[in-house]
């Protein structure tokens, strides 16, 4: 094994390791499983920053040319991102899930993987330490915003069936004697919440008070508002990563093939993407579109992506395939 | 290659509708919805209503506490305007009031470039060229002359986990260019580069080998052949006959077994003919350079020498500055509505009608509005509150909340 090789092997290690531990935490809310799980997220997403330096510092390749470079940053940039996010808004729960994304990514693109291959004249400029850095970092957050994004998911249709299942119960009670429906209604009748967004999973958080070890663990999920919040800032951070990337792009085109735009496939699912994320940035100033729909949204907007960034490069060819 | 076919879309009737209609759109909402959502007007509201509110009760005497609400709020970096609003003295305190315009200016930025691209169709030209080796070009629309002195490319065979890879390295053309200007002068066109002349850019787009082609009838020279070099995809007729022969393309080596090899170097180079019945395709062959093709009834076609030609894109586009302008104008305007949460507090002093004579009490009553909902800033507003609360200390000895949605305790 190369050096290479085993930077790799360590990075991936240590996001598997820093997967397990934060789903722990995640299922378990123990704080000995969060506090295992952050030094293996640095350390995956420090060796794969060292691992690309050295990689370009042996070979003098710009790494960012194939699909393996770019899934490689793609890997490290959403940990990264998440790390940020995490340390400021103590969003460590949903490490889990972003861990175990990088390693698969990460994995992944070592299938594409073929050594060091010098870049075709096109790609030999410096735009390119420019363009495909922003575009791979906003795809980055746009993923850690899917992921709070099917949290919230997640925890809106559960509280949904809660509601449900205990309307169920209510319409069974009210057929019965008068008295225990009466009861029924009371225990239903929400409490006026204290607060805005806290507390606003009302069911579960009854649910979990009549013993519900699942309602329970979904209530301590941060509120709903906290997820929207959360999910809408990370897409601030990508949407403008995103809108750099494509004039970067742009301008890089018009150097390289005398067109800033020429609807190539890349370019196109592109600015598909762009689009979905500055309606979610618009729609998301409406109250009626704050929350599920926002949340639905961002994740079609992450599928958008991945057609964007692995659908194009793999099966359609363009403009942008020598990425392979 | 998958292409979309939308290269001349500037030039459709179609896209300066959508254009014309985006932007009818954008103005439209710009001064129906924008403004008046992003730059309310300084009024009254029902404090008691809003999701975000919070009272305070306070003792002391009314200019002392407005004071002090002023004096906090101007301290906190917050910009504050005061109105008599229906016989009521109204406190109005934002914060990041400038990013309001953020949506104006991302639009404003969005209207830049979509002119821009439109002083690109209306100004604008582009096209291509290929100049053989040692042959002279004259672009229509600019009337600038390119001569190729030389063509260059580098191909290097890399070793990749899955085999060889010819990998493209460089290519590069040396010309000699006459512009409006009459001087000669000899420059180098590499990708990635493009030459301004007279302020239209070339570039260097492609490269490929064009082959001269003879005909003969019977061993004996006949009409039809080429007068010139062909380009690959080029074709010429077949002297009287209805046949036609197409040059496909360039193959760089021919292996031991007469196929084609990966290697696009000029080893042991050949091309692909493909004869043409009428319109019907009869097949296509691989001649090495050198030799010649029996088409049939006595024609034969001559495979002569190779000479690279360059490939050359040229676009004049004066709508440039203006759409790099506007990237930048959209960008900023992007940032501040992303990054910058402008909040607009609504503060009103009233005494407190339970309040005993000789002590006054006055409540605090203040509401907050954001442009991106209420949920975003509740935990700022209620560390707010409590700095308030602090900055009447002494003087605050209850804090009720005016609403069970939001407690300040
Ligand atoms: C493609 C370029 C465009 C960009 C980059 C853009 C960007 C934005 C941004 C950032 C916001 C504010 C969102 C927030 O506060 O978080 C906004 C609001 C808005 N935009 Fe655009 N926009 C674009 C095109 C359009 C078009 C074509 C229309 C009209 C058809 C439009 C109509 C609006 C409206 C009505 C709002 C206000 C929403 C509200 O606050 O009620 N925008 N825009």
Known sequence: ?324 | MLRLHLDNIYHSPAYLGIIGFILACMTLATFRRVIPARLPPLRAVKIEAMPLAANLAVRGDEATIRARVEDFFVRGGWLVRKRELGGIEWTFADKFNWARKGVLIAHVGFVLIAVGTTMYWKWGFSGQTAIVAGLAQTIPETGARFQLDRFNYQIEPIRTKSGIVYQPIDYVSQLEITGHDGIKRHLTLRVNHPLDVDGTLYYQASYGSAVDFGVTKDGRPASGAPGAALLEGEGFPLGQTDRSVQYERFVGTIDRNGGVSPDPRANNPGVILTVFDGDQNIGSVLVPLGRSLDVGNGYRVDVGSYTLYSGIQYRHDPGIPLVGLGAFVLLTGLCMSFYFLPARLYVRVDPCNDSPEDRPRWSIGLAATTVKGYEIFEEQFAALVEALRHAQSGHAFQAKPSDPAFAVS
């Not at chain 1, 693109?109 to 922003?134: C, D, F, M, R």
């Not at chain 1, 750099?244 to 609807?263: L, P, R, S």
Request: proline share 4%.
């Open chain 1, 1 to 324: 094994m190369n050096t290479d090789q085993i930077l790799i092997v360590i990075a991936i290690s240590a996001y598997i390791a820093s997967a397990l531990a934060l789903f722990t935490y995640f299922l378990s809310r123990e704080n000995v499983a969060k506090l295992a799980g952050i030094p293996f997220a640095f350390l995956g997403c420090i060796t794969q920053f060292v691992e690309l330096g050295y990689r370009y510092e042996s070979s003098k390749i710009w790494p960012l040319t194939n699909l393996y470079g770019s899934l490689s940053l793609f890997a490290a940039m959403s940990v990264a991102i998440f790390i940020g996010f995490a340390l400021r808004y103590d969003l460590w729960f949903i490490g889990g899930f972003v861990q175990a994304l990088a390693a698969i990514f990460l994995a992944y693109g070592l299938t594409w993987n073929e050594g060091y291959l010098p870049a075709v004249p096109a790609l030999q400029s410096y735009w390119i330490k420019v363009h495909v850095p922003l575009v791979v970092s906003s795809y980055a957050a746009f993923m850690v915003a899917c992921v709070t994004s099917v949290v919230y998911l997640i925890k809106y249709y559960a509280e949904q069936n809660v509601g449900r299942s205990s309307m169920v119960r209510l319409r069974t009670a009210a057929a019965g004697p008068a008295g225990a429906a009466g009861l029924q209604m009371q225990a239903l009748a929400p409490p006026r919440p204290r607060s805005i967004i806290v507390g606003d999973a009302p069911n579960l958080e009854r649910a979990a008070a009549g013993g519900s070890a699942l309602a329970g663990w979904l209530a301590s999920f941060p509120s709903l508002a906290k997820l929207d919040i959360m999910t809408y800032r990370i897409i601030s951070v990508g949407l403008p990563l995103l809108t750099v990337g494509i004039i970067t792009g742009a301008w890089w085109a018009k150097e390289a093939w005398g067109a800033y735009w020429q609807w190539d496939p890349k370019e196109t699912a592109a600015l598909f993407s762009w689009t979905v994320y500055a309606l979610y940035m618009h729609l998301h100033t409406r109250n009626a579109w704050r929350g599920l729909r926002s949340a639905w949204l961002s994740v079609a907007g992450f599928i958008s992506i991945m057609f964007c960034y692995l659908g194009v490069n793999i099966w359609i060819s363009g403009l942008h395939s020598y990425k392979m």
